[in-house]
């Protein structure tokens, strides 16, 4: 059974860092690209990443654009989110979404985790 789930996430004060990882099982990572996103209270779910299969290329919304790395580690079928500069505009549960593309061209995602709170505050 293909399965995602997050970990990493905290209280964390204006200014840190967290790496968020997303733990893959019951398929081979190298065939998927990921994507991470994010949802505040209130507001919609937002895409801040994606990483292709091998990890060639990235893509970051311009909200994290230079603050947050995406990564992965096909073979520990693990990947993921360096977040440095953290505000407090920054919290909320972050999820990873796999797709059955290879690349970040408009992917469709069809598997989710169940996301890991990030809290920003001081």
């Known amino acids: 059974q293909l399965q995602l789930v997050e970990s990493g996430g905290g209280l964390v004060q204006p200014g840190g860092s967290l790496r968020l990882s997303c733990a893959v099982s019951g398929v081979t990572l190298d065939y998927h690209a990921i994507g991470w996103f994010r949802q505040a209270p209130g507001k919609e779910r937002e895409g801040i990443s994606c990483?292709?299969?091998?990890?060639?290329?990235?893509t970051y919304a311009d909200s994290v654009k230079g603050r947050f790395t995406a990564s992965r580690d096909n073979p520990k079928n693990t990947v993921y989110l360096q977040m440095n500069g953290l505000k407090p505009e920054d919290t909320a549960v972050y999820y990873c979404a796999l797709t059955y593309q290879l690349g970040c061209d408009e992917p469709d995602y069809d598997y989710w985790g169940q996301g890991t709170q990030v809290t920003v505050s001081s």
């Open positions: 990483i292709s299969s091998s990890g060639a290329s990235t």
